[in-house]
């Protein structure tokens, strides 16, 4: 009875289950007598257990003797094992169990590498390993929560091992301490039991030696054998239970068990998901011809791998396709059971889901079975669920990811990957529903690529660059015009940066043959230092300036691209056949470079460089092509507008004074070594679809008198050598004013320098002086022997100011003027020229003011001041000279605007001459200004080599000066060297024909505009305006 009561009431009195076997009594008796000699030694949970002091783990190897399927289960420590196996037992069951890894139960012996304690922290290699991958735990109990999903922070030391093998720890640092991307399998660990392997193990080597085993009965076996269909259960099992935790799919498809009728097993499975068991949901077939569910065979292929769940052959999402047609009509037509109560219908599988929502319209209430919740939104509880539109970017790309996978399988799959016209077809078709006509239009023209209401980034970049708005200014229009119209009309500065892209240099592709020397072969090189490339020596200091430019053969090329409409269409007007002209284009670039003056601003920082500016630009003038089978080259391309700031399109920015000529040589020389090095090549780039080679002619024209000076190295323009052109001297030029030739090269020159550089006869300083005709420094830029036509009317006008002061003095009479009297006679000008032509004085002669001061009106306006009749009418007959030659020099195309002008030259200028020479001989008697010079003497000649002067001036880049401020103060920054990076960019945006043109296209576009701002019913064109600026 003692035994009794010790059995059913004791706190050991409750049996493992697995000991209850139909077959073996004497399993039961074996226990009972171990059972009641061991209440003395084993101790009650309540009582504390001594400590067993570790041994030595010996060699072993579990057996896992339950199959591939089952959870392997070992005990440790629940019951004393010197119950069931004697004295001793717990002592090697704890040596052996240390032995084992606690994450995935192998043999810590078997794993090559070191073991790792399982309550420990982490050493430094890992924790260095794992801080790089973003995982920030201390201690090893948290990177084995987070990654094999096991709590050892409740382990019992008597019942869980306290190491874990190197296997595992790499299974951690490589998921970055987050994550697995093995399939490890944890074991569960449970109390002492009579199964555990190692207090009981099937082989000899496992029994103590020293003891006389004993014999086994025949029916004496300690558990029946587990049959096979019991590990397959169990197998089936753990594999429905972590499938589900991948696909997620129990409230999205529907049971088996909802058949209506009781089917054959084989035909049931022929319609089951292989992934989720479930009835078949948008399903797809396989390239090995199994079926699965397509957002179940998504993630399961996302997440363990491309492979088949069921015969493991390679399986990827891409080649899923659609099953047979037949067999899709057999899978709707299953017959499922209605579940709610009371309704029991038998419902066909296409329609269950309209089905079973009628029942909650009618009813109002959710349904029953967890299978149909997708269909109605449950409230989970916590705060109310937040709407789509009110959540930040990241929350709504978790929120829709799975539609968004869905859409993507989709479109890869119908619409050739065509992702965004899936979802705008979407968007389209939820307005129409909706009857919201109106934006729907609006995105169908938007789809049907048709200009709708909003206008492109190539609009709203010509119209920011065209008006000067800084990033601020245009972002204030962007939301005033989104903020009253309702609508986007304007596109967001980003829209407008990666338009403007493809118009800066740097984006095309090119290639040059051969390759330039000294300049890197890549192509997309943006905005540079003005000074990278430039070779000093030891003895340069570095050069105290700001600088920013293009490197010249891309801004080229970006050029060339700008005019590929205007090259292909002359192509096509000349009647050449495209695909035969891929060679032979030939490029002529006019280059301009000139100060800008003082460009000082209150605002910017950085280091003290000079307040001046300087600019170099270049021009497309003419593009021409030789073809095969002709003999002359046919001009496909010609600038229109040469001189306007349109066409002229700067290279280079620098803040320097263009008097320094060092820090100049400095600045200029990278981009001349790459000039040198582009007249040796060609350029191949593709234009229309074809590659084409292109040679470029450089022609230094639109330079004034002080910068050709400063470039080919000759004295400076008081020199007693009066012409950049020819040889004469300012004596000679006054004697002979007329019959003059051009004699000057860049080549004479440097020949020259190096003259008077070396010495070579040993002569004095005059006599050197004479022999080099007024070289004095190197030359280091050539520039094409002609005249400015910009700065010789200038030049020009200055002049004549000053004669119309002499004749109202009368200095003919008189030898020397003092300053007072000059003082008075320029005032009476001024007083007269602003009475009556409204001509305001200034302190230095511009362009304006020429051309209003070359007139015959100012001229009549002048002469009310000269005392003398025979003075003005001397005076009236010079100006109606120049007035007959100044078109000559001003046109761009003098043989066809000004035929008569230009024969009669040489006869007006001889007559122009004499007047100088005998009515004004007291102003040039031995001497003679320099633009007057060459205006007399040179300009026929350059005519008749050039066929122009005036298209080749520099008028572009000198009306660029006032875009460098409006740019400067649109681009206001506190770093001036970002501040003319933004101005070279704009500028060169402002400059672009691509724009132009959308400009050009969009100054009527003030009815769409207005119709997008204000809603309302459009009033006729005749009632409607809307300013639009003219660019």
Same mark, same amino acid.
């Given at each position: ?536 020596? %030891? #003895?340069?200091?570095?050069?105290? !300036?700001? =600088? ?5 053969? &891309? *801004?080229?090329?970006? @050029?060339? $691209? ?93 803040? %320097? #004074?263009?008097?320094?000529?060092? !820090?100049? =040589? ?5 981009? &001349? *070594?790459?000039?040198? @090095?582009? $007249? ?102 050539? =520039? ?248």
């Amino acid at each position: 009875m003692a035994a009794e009561s010790l059995e059913t009431d004791g706190p050991r009195s409750s049996m493992p289950p697995e000991l209850h076997h139909p077959h073996s009594e004497y399993s039961q008796w074996k226990f009972k007598l171990f059972r009641v000699k061991s209440m003395e030694k084993a101790p009650l949970p309540s009582e504390t257990r001594p400590e067993i002091s570790p041994t030595a783990a010996p060699n072993i190897e579990i057996d896992h003797a339950a199959g591939p399927g089952s959870v392997m289960k070992l005990c440790l420590g629940g019951k004393s094992k010197e119950n069931v196996e004697g004295p001793g037992s717990d002592t090697i069951s704890l040596a052996l169990y240390r032995g084992l890894c606690r994450v995935c139960g192998m043999v810590l012996r078997k794993v090559k590498g070191p073991v790792h304690d399982v309550h420990g922290d982490l050493d430094e290699v890992s924790k260095c390993a794992l801080r790089k991958m973003g995982c920030k735990f201390p201690s090893w109990p948290e990177v084995i929560l987070k990654v094999f999903k096991v709590d050892v922070t409740e382990d019992t030391e008597s019942v869980h091992p306290l190491s874990f093998c190197h296997r595992c720890w790499m299974v951690a640092i490589r998921g970055g301490g987050v994550c697995s991307f093995t399939r490890t399998r944890v074991p569960e660990w449970k109390p002492h039991s009579s199964l555990c392997h190692l207090c009981y193990p099937k082989k000899t080597s496992f029994q103590r030696t020293g003891r006389k085993r004993r014999k086994v009965l025949p029916r004496a076996q300690s558990l029946a054998k587990r049959t096979r269909w019991d590990c397959d259960a169990i197998a089936v099992g753990e594999r429905r239970q972590w499938v589900k935790n991948i696909t997620r799919c129990q409230k999205d498809h529907l049971s088996t068990k909802l058949l209506s009728e009781k089917l054959p097993v084989d035909f049931v499975a022929s319609f089951t998901c292989l992934v989720c068991d479930h009835l078949l949901s948008d399903p797809v077939q396989s390239t090995c011809g199994h079926l699965f569910c397509r957002g179940c065979i998504v993630k399961f292929t996302h997440v363990l791998g491309p492979h088949c769940p069921a015969c493991n052959s390679p399986c990827t999402p891409d080649n899923l396709t659609s099953p047979a047609k037949v067999f899709s009509s057999a899978l709707h037509s299953l017959p499922l059971l209605c579940p709610s109560e009371g309704c029991r219908e038998q419902v066909r599988l296409d329609s269950f889901k309209a089905h079973c929502l009628s029942h909650e319209l009618k009813e109002n209430e959710n349904l029953s079975l967890s299978e149909l919740d997708n269909f109605l939104l449950t409230n989970k509880g916590g705060r109310p669920r937040q709407h789509l539109l009110s959540l930040t970017r990241r929350a709504q790309k978790h929120r829709l990811r799975d539609l968004k996978n869905q859409v993507k399988v989709f479109a890869d799959k119908e619409e050739g990957g065509d992702l965004k016209s899936v979802c705008l077809t979407l968007f389209l078709l939820a307005l129409r529903s909706g009857n919201e006509h109106r934006q729907a239009d609006e995105l169908e023209a938007m789809m049907q690529g048709k200009r709708g209401f909003g206008l492109s980034p190539a609009v709203c970049l010509a119209i920011r660059v065209n008006t000067f708005l800084s990033c601020s200014q245009y972002h204030k229009m962007y939301r005033t015009v989104k903020a009253t119209s309702g609508r986007q009309i304007f596109q967001p500065l980003h829209t407008l940066r990666a338009a403007e892209k493809e118009l800066l240099p740097g984006f095309h592709q090119f290639e040059w043959q051969p390759a330039l020397k000294n300049v890197s072969p890549s192509y997309n090189v943006g905005i540079i230092n003005g000074l990278s490339g430039w070779s000093s020596s %030891v #003895d340069d200091v570095p050069a105290d !300036t700001i =600088t920013r430019r293009f490197r010249y053969d &891309v *801004a080229l090329v970006s @050029a060339l $691209k700008d005019l590929e409409e205007d090259i292909m269409e002359g192509l096509r007007e000349s009647g050449m056949e495209d695909s035969a002209c891929t060679s032979g284009f030939s490029v002529m670039i006019k280059e301009c470079c000139d100060g800008m003056g003082d460009v000082s601003e209150k605002h910017g920082g950085g280091p003290v460089v000079p307040e001046k500016a300087v600019r170099f630009s270049f021009t497309v003038m003419s593009v021409s092509v030789l073809a095969d089978d002709e003999e002359e080259e046919v001009t496909i391309f010609t600038e229109p507008k040469p001189n306007s700031e349109l066409s002229c399109k700067p290279l280079c920015l620098m803040f %320097v #004074d263009e008097s320094d000529h060092e !820090t100049l =040589t400095a600045v200029l020389g990278p981009i &001349v *070594a790459e000039r040198n @090095a582009m $007249k040796e090549s060609r350029l191949i780039l593709s234009m229309g679809g074809l590659p084409r080679s292109f040679r470029f002619h450089f022609r230094g024209t639109g330079y004034d008198e002080k910068m050709v000076r400063e470039m080919e190295g000759l004295e400076a323009s008081g020199s007693t050598y009066v012409c950049t052109l020819c040889d004469s001297s300012r004596a000679e030029a006054s004697q002979n004013m007329v019959l003059h030739s051009i004699t000057r090269s860049h080549e004479e020159n440097l020949e020259r320098y190096e003259i008077w550089r070396t010495n070579p006869f040993s002569e004095s300083v005059d006599e050197l002086r004479d022999r080099v005709k007024g070289v004095s420094a190197k030359p280091f830029l050539e =520039t094409q022997p002609t005249l400015d036509a910009l700065h010789c009317d200038i030049g020009n006008a200055t002049e004549f100011y000053k004669i119309f002061q002499d004749e109202i003095g009368e200095v003919y009479k008189k030898a020397n003027p003092s300053r007072e009297e000059r003082r008075s006679w320029r005032a009476a000008l001024d007083k007269q020229l602003r009475k009556q032509m409204k001509l305001k004085p200034v302190m230095r002669m511009n362009g304006n003011y020429a051309r209003r001061l070359m007139t015959q009106e100012a001229v009549d306006v002048v002469c009310e001041l000269v005392p003398s009749e025979e003075r003005r009418e001397a005076l009236r007959e010079l100006i109606k000279l120049y007035l007959q030659m100044k078109p000559v020099w001003r046109a761009t195309c003098p043989a066809k605007e000004c035929p008569d002008q230009l024969c009669r030259y040489s006869f007006n200028s001889q007559r122009f001459a004499d007047l100088l020479s005998t009515t004004f001989k007291y102003r040039y008697n031995g001497k003679i200004t320099n633009y007057l010079h060459k205006t007399l003497a040179h300009v026929p000649e350059i005519i008749e080599r050039d066929g122009s002067i005036g298209a080749w001036a520099s008028e572009g880049n000198e009306s660029a000066n006032k875009l460098f401020r409006r740019f400067r103060k649109m681009n206001a920054r506190q770093s001036k060297t970002f501040e003319l990076e933004d101005v070279l960019k704009h500028h060169w945006l402002y400059t672009s024909k691509y724009l132009q043109k959308f400009m050009e296209a969009h100054k009527d576009s003030a009815k769409a505009l207005q119709a997008t701002i204000d809603p309302v019913e459009i009033q006729d064109d005749d009632e409607m305006s809307l300013e639009v600026p003219d660019f």
